[in-house]
């Protein structure tokens, strides 16, 4: 039950990564630009774990991807921990 809440917020990473980068308004766009996309859209959706200076940006066949890679550690009992890594790209 704990890691739910980390599936949800990486879902709206992933799912704001795709927004970005099919935006024909920022296809031609600079780094600076999605970045700061991001962050208007992350501050909507609550995203806490990743911010616009944590996305890489690079050209794939002539199209945007975007990608983030992050880690979240959830406390289980006593001193057991979970550490999850999350690796959202807009291409896949």
Excluded: C, H, W
């Excluded at 780094?31 to 959706?45: P, T």
């Excluded at 975007?66 to 880690?71: D, E, P, Q």
């Excluded at 289980?76 to 999350?86: E, G, R, S, T």
Aim: charged share 30%; hydrophobic share 45%; net charge positive.
């Amino acid at each position: 039950m704990k890691l739910i809440p980390s599936f949800i917020e990486f879902a709206a990473i992933k799912r704001t990564l795709v927004t970005i980068a099919s935006d024909p308004e920022l296809r031609d766009a600079g780094a600076r630009e999605m970045r700061l996309a991001f962050d208007k859209r992350a501050a909507v959706d609550n995203i806490k774990s990743v911010n616009g200076s944590d996305i890489i940006i690079r050209k794939q066949n002539e199209q945007i991807v975007l990608s983030a890679s992050y880690t979240v550690k959830k406390p289980l009992f006593a001193n057991l921990a979970l550490l999850i890594d999350f690796d959202a790209t807009s291409d896949r």
